[in-house]
């Protein structure tokens, strides 16, 4: 079943746009290219809404945001959403700054996003909202552990509910829900952590794979957290004597290329609750 | 021939102003160094008149373009342009959309440059020019192939023709142009489609190439084209089982770094019309 | 000695905050990931202050500076001064534009870095000061070599005295003194130069190295310059046939990642002048 979401990847190339940081801005184009997608890059907000017209889905991440490039984000949120394109937002660094925090909530509330994908301390900075918004009980322990799994599926359940969006919580353990459903993820490994912007790649990639499977955007989200982590594996095991954090970012980045669906679905680590 | 241009960058060391997009900035500043040029980067308005008076050459490329960096792109134009620098213009995604379109436009009208180099849709686009702007007939095929080959050539040389400077269309076959001969190139592989930024890597290549070689600027145009092809298949060449995308990338900016001229004699693939 | 401040850089995992260029900004995220720091990018005026409230220590890198970046530098410069931070600029390109220049020299002025480091001549540039501000003696050679070391130890020491800070003057030879003392190192190889940003990683690796051992800046800085020259060498000491700069960047990376104590205090080249 996961392994149809890459396949469709592949068979459809879709074009994301990506409105993301300047730090890990090469890698996520690298690896929407290894997955079957196909990137572009535009931030200026007179450029995004001709640009997110040719695409199909809208990749959202707010590191290193600038006060013109949030002007772009709203801009190609709004047009993406009357086109009814998969939109993605990663709030990198939300509940880390005010501007960071404001940016998230105002894109979520405004764009309406079809996933949010982030870390815990993210995930729960969004559902506590900001301001005078007020979310959902966001407490809950900042890690997902096999000792709180039930309360963190509960919570996760909850925050998809309430906003609506698939949300996508990464870590040791990953959770991926819709409101009802809840895939319990255990691909990747701990070293992926030493890398720099493993989860704006998986932003990009899982970008590609919601545009590629409008109809199955949960699955496709499940299966972008698969393929990232199973790369994750597979790159490991290429590893030689010597070899450290850069080279093993060339070699999770390459198992994504190389990767198919019999692969993934070989692979793939997860229940759903 | 083409090898003595290499030879050139090697021997002169040409530091090249980028205005270049943040997706492949890093990849673009290692080719110029594997090349044998010296990368610096620039977009503020307010610095690139005094960074572009240190170089011999500029490169600007359009892609991930800001109103500001779009001021940028045409102070340091006019002052390398005053200076009797080469310019080369990369139109990342002009016909994308109309700010890439006009900005790329614009700067064909106003800097002038030395060597455009593109995809065929980009180049298309400019040849059609914006608003009151006419240009040569664009009613070309969307890619040069060996039915149409005559046909693009004459293209590729009307256009050069007209705008006055040289033109290089890359792609599965390439065409390189200054409007009276034009190089016909068959060196790279397919697979360097699935890395980013190996259009922009060429372009700050060919910067250098032909900052080296005022005098030769077609020809330096057509070595560039040329070393990048070849490093495409010098690179594939060392690929291993289980190898991809990223990899890739780094193989072929190695395979610059190793290339000497007499190698690149041995094998550039081209024919001259 | 040296190794113990590259142990207490993995200890403390000291989180940074990078305002720096986006051409090597993901190596310089890579390589603190490898050194056992974290970093954070942001410039944004409106987001550097509460960035840096949560960081342990500050890198400002001046490379692809804009007018907006430098309100992020001089905004987080005065919080990180506030909050006692360990504070590094780099002053990428000082001398090759009135602009950074002034920036770098309004840096020093107004922020008072704890280390600054950069080559021989934009350390030059930052001593011989702009404007009405008038430094010490800058009249030394544009290299650090056998043959002048007296000399350029002697203004390195000058110049440190009289900035209040440790200067870091790396090249062939690196010098790294806080007005006192000198640290005399040689570590690296030549072909480092030929990887776009080695510099910047360096800046960034030694502001984790300062961040984590308050007490001992100078054998910090002095720990940080041996341990990227040792990884060039031991990066360099596994490079293949047909490797290049690609590789080799990822090599050095690598080696940071696998660096401890022993290895460095083992490698370490320097005396202390």
């Excluded at 459809?12 to 690896?31: E, Q, R, W």
């Excluded at 660094?93 to 979520?108: E, H, K, Y």
């Excluded at 299966?223 to 990232?228: D, E």
Aim: proline share 3%.
């Amino acid at each position: 079943m996961l392994g149809t979401m890459l396949n469709n990847v592949r068979q459809s190339c879709p074009l994301v746009h990506n409105i993301t940081n300047y730090v890990t801005v090469n890698d996520v184009a690298n690896v929407l290219l290894a997955c079957g997608g196909s990137p572009i890059m535009s931030a200026e907000p007179e450029d995004v809404y001709d640009i997110t017209t040719i695409c199909g889905g809208l990749n959202i991440n707010i590191g290193t945001l600038t006060k013109e490039s949030i002007k772009g984000m709203h801009i190609a949120g709004a047009r993406a959403k009357e086109l009814g394109h998969a939109i993605l937002l990663d709030p990198v660094g939300a509940g880390a700054s005010a501007l960071r925090t404001d940016t998230a909530v105002s894109i979520m509330d405004e764009v309406k996003p079809t996933v949010v994908r982030g870390n815990i301390s993210e995930i729960k900075t969004l559902a506590l909202g900001s301001g005078t918004t007020k979310g959902v009980d966001a407490d809950v322990a900042d890690a997902v552990t096999d000792e709180n799994l039930e309360e963190m599926v509960a919570f996760t359940k909850a925050f998809a509910a309430k906003a609506g969006c698939v949300v996508a919580i990464t870590g040791a353990i990953d959770l991926v829900s819709d409101g009802e459903k809840c895939y319990v993820i255990r691909n990747g490994r701990p070293e992926m952590g030493k890398i720099t912007g493993t989860g704006c790649q998986l932003s990009g990639m899982m970008t590609a794979f919601i545009t590629a499977n409008p109809d199955n955007t949960l699955e496709a989200a499940a299966a972008a957290v698969c393929t990232m982590g199973l790369a994750g594996e597979i790159g490991w095991s290429r590893m030689q004597d010597g070899d450290g954090n850069s080279t093993y970012r060339n070699r999770i980045i390459d198992a994504i290329y190389n990767m198919d669906g019999d692969t993934l679905n070989g692979g793939a680590k997860y229940e759903v609750k």
